[in-house]
Structure formats: structure tokens, C-alpha cells
């Protein structure tokens, strides 16, 4: 039996619970009190005195292209598979794996196998079927039958606004959301859309003629990529106060994507303060995806993998640059996804009966010892476990 005893915390779940105590067995969260004492049948355990450090939900980052992203100038342009220590460095340990760009030479069957392969190696994932284009590319031919019989399957994806994709008509994506919709009603879950937003100006258009007709489907919908330009933003947090989501991109800013796109902590902030509902924001990495910028040929003039570890970055700006609270910045991060996406409270509760996700940050806010269910991956910011063909 594996046990594990977190001392002297100050606990965010991501509410501020104060100083506790947290004790995983296994995989799982024992109990969460402020003075536990070590029953004798689990000694001998781990003891980890977290005096002055704050103990957290690992982070979930669901917009992560776990087999690599790009591909827009050439195959020498493809951004390689994800490997164990970069999430694991960034505070993660909950990954939603998607198709980019290329969906020729990737396709949703490699997502799956990836996402297993890094569950094999101590994480949590799920994953969304489709792609860029329709028609969506699927594991079994159908976007509800994978939702219904490929269990990592949680939600779909889709690009529109984008020069990289036809046209999508507002009644192609509200038959899209309906697949996913009535896929996760099989599952029990709720399905979610990720709807990658592009450049054009048309924006969010088609979103908002979908749930002018079928408002239920708000519900379903995470506009990403957001923070790109200011219509884009604005145009986003209309969505959420209708009901979607808007996914805020920590991996996308002035440097990556060029001076209109918004710094992401400055998004989630401004949107939290004109008087967004706090629930339906969230942030995600675009980990390993390229972030490119095209001239006005179409040619790739600019380049660069997004870094999922700009997650964790963003989070502290959210609190130390934009002075949110620990609660309102993890949210983004942590409950909002796990709700939306049907994994609360299994994920990112830190409560008894919970996976063992522990992120203990130090005083910097930086990640210092992390636990995925149950099993120590980094220490003193030093990464404990790599992927099996990491040096």
C-alpha cells in the first residue's frame, strides 16, 4: 500500500480551505484534515512537510496536441509527440488530446494510442475525436459511436474561421454538436465541442446562429483560441454569458501569434471583471500545436510549438500581475474543466474519495511537488518519472 502525508498546507480546492493536512492511499485522496495523524497500519509513508506552500488540484489542460501539432510549412515543420516531463513540470496531470492541423498523417487513432501510452506512464487523459475538417475523421466511423464505445472519448473538434477549412455553415455545426451532444447523453456524460476559432473576421458567427436556433446546444461548446484579437475575445465572452465556454489559449500571446492577440492572463481577468460568469472560463495550453502567423500569400512567415508549460505561467500572472484571488485564478485550470467536461469531482476536488492529484506550488507559485494519482512525479521541481524513451 502506497501512502502519502502532506503537512502543514494552505489547501485550495481551488476555494481556500486553510491550512490542512492531506493524506493519499494509492491513488486516492484518504482525507483531508488540519492535523492528521498517521494511522499505524499505513506506516512507513512519505511525509511532506508543505510549510508555506500552497497545496492545489493538479491542473487539467484539455486542449493539448499530445502527437504533436503543425505541419503548415512542410513534414520538417511537424512538432514531435508530447513527452511525460513536460506536463509533469508544468503542474499537469490531466491531459484532453486532439488533432491539429494535419489529420493526414495523424489521425484520432494516434491520439488514442498516445493518450494511452502517457496513462500507462502515470497521467490521466482523455481525448476529442474529429479534427479540423468535415467530415470529422473518427476512430468507428461516427462521432456519437465513438463517443458511446471508446470510453476516452469526451469530446469533439472542429475548426471554422480558419483559411485551412472550408467554409462551415451554421447547420453543419449545429448537426456536429448534436452528434456529440447525443453521444455523451449514451456515455452519461456531457459531450463537448472544442471549436478552434480562426483569423477570419466572421469570428464566432456560426456559433451564435447555432444557439440562436437550438440554445440547448450553448452548453456543448468551447470557443478556443480566443484571446487572438480583440474581436475574437469580445465576441467570446458573449458566448459565455449565453452558456459556451470560452477557452482562453495560455500558449498564444504578442510573441507567438503577433500584437493584437491578448496576454492570457489579462484575458481571464478582463473577462472575470466585465462580469463574465466565472464558471464558463477556461484555459487551456494549446500544448505542442504551431502557433503560425501567414503573410498575405498565405505563406507561413512565422512559427513556433506552443508550450504547454505556459499554463502554469499564466496562472501565476492571473495572481500576481492581475491580482486575482489563488481561487479565481485556478479555476480556469482545474474545476471549471473538470466540470465541463464530466470528470468532477473525481478530478481536481481534493476530498476524500478523490483521484490523488496534488499539486503543491511554492512560495513563487511555481510547481514543487507533484502527485498523479497517488504517485510522486516531481520534487523540488526536479521531474522525477520520464516517458519511457525520454533521456
Not at 497500519?41 to 511525509?47: D, G, K, N, S, T
Not at 511525460?84 to 488530446?97: C, D, E, N, R, Y
Not at 453521444?183 to 471549436?195: C, K, Q
Amino acid at each position: 500500500m502506497n501512502a502519502v502525508l502532506v503537512k502543514n498546507a494552505h489547501v485550495y480546492a481551488p476555494e481556500d480551505l486553510g491550512r490542512n493536512d492531506i493524506l493519499l492511499v494509492n491513488d486516492k485522496i484518504a482525507a483531508l484534515a488540519p492535523d492528521i495523524t498517521l494511522p499505524a497500519c499505513l506506516e512507513p509513508a512519505l511525509l511532506l512537510d508543505a510549510e508555506g506552500r500552497a497545496a492545489v488540484p493538479g491542473f487539467i489542460d484539455a486542449h493539448v496536441h499530445i502527437t504533436g501539432g503543425g505541419g503548415e510549412a512542410g513534414f520538417h515543420t511537424q512538432v514531435p509527440p508530447l513527452p511525460l516531463s513536460v506536463p509533469l513540470s508544468g503542474g499537469v496531470t490531466t491531459l484532453g488530446g486532439l488533432l491539429g492541423t494535419d489529420g493526414v498523417t495523424r489521425h484520432v487513432d494516434n491520439v488514442l494510442a498516445k493518450a494511452c501510452s502517457l496513462e500507462e506512464e502515470g497521467l490521466s487523459t482523455f481525448i476529442m475525436t474529429g479534427g479540423y475538417p468535415l467530415p470529422s475523421p473518427t476512430i468507428t466511423g461516427s462521432v456519437t459511436r465513438d463517443f458511446a464505445c471508446v470510453s476516452k472519448v469526451r469530446g469533439g473538434k472542429i475548426a471554422i474561421a480558419d483559411h485551412r477549412v472550408a467554409p462551415v455553415s451554421a447547420a453543419q455545426l449545429a448537426a456536429l454538436a448534436t452528434d456529440v451532444r447525443v453521444g455523451g447523453m449514451l456515455r452519461g456524460i456531457v459531450g463537448m465541442l472544442i471549436i478552434h476559432i480562426g483569423a477570419a473576421p466572421e469570428g464566432l458567427a456560426r456559433i451564435f446562429e447555432v444557439i440562436d436556433q437550438c440554445p440547448y446546444l450553448a452548453r456543448h461548446l468551447i470557443a478556443t483560441h480566443i484571446n487572438r484579437s480583440p474581436q475574437a475575445f469580445e465576441q467570446a465572452m458573449l458566448l459565455a454569458r449565453r452558456g459556451g465556454f470560452m477557452d482562453v489559449s495560455s500558449g498564444l500571446n504578442s510573441a507567438t501569434l503577433g500584437p493584437d492577440t491578448l496576454k492570457p492572463s489579462t484575458a481571464i481577468a478582463v473577462a472575470l471583471r466585465s462580469g463574465v460568469p466565472p464558471e464558463q472560463i477556461l484555459m487551456s495550453s494549446d500544448g505542442n500545436g504551431s502557433a503560425a502567423r501567414y503573410d498575405d500569400q498565405g505563406h507561413v512567415e512565422g512559427l513556433v510549438a506552443s508550450d504547454l508549460r505556459t499554463l502554469c505561467a499564466e496562472f501565476r500572472e492571473c495572481v500576481l500581475a492581475e491580482g486575482l484571488s489563488m481561487t479565481q485564478a485556478l479555476a480556469p485550470v482545474t474545476s471549471n474543466v473538470a466540470k465541463a467536461f464530466s470528470l468532477f469531482p473525481a478530478k481536481v476536488a481534493l476530498a476524500a474519495g478523490s483521484d490523488a492529484d496534488v499539486l503543491v506550488l511554492d512560495a513563487d507559485l511555481r510547481p514543487w511537488s507533484l502527485f498523479a494519482k497517488g504517485r510522486h512525479m516531481l520534487h523540488e521541481g526536479r521531474v522525477l518519472c520520464k516517458g519511457t524513451f525520454e533521456e
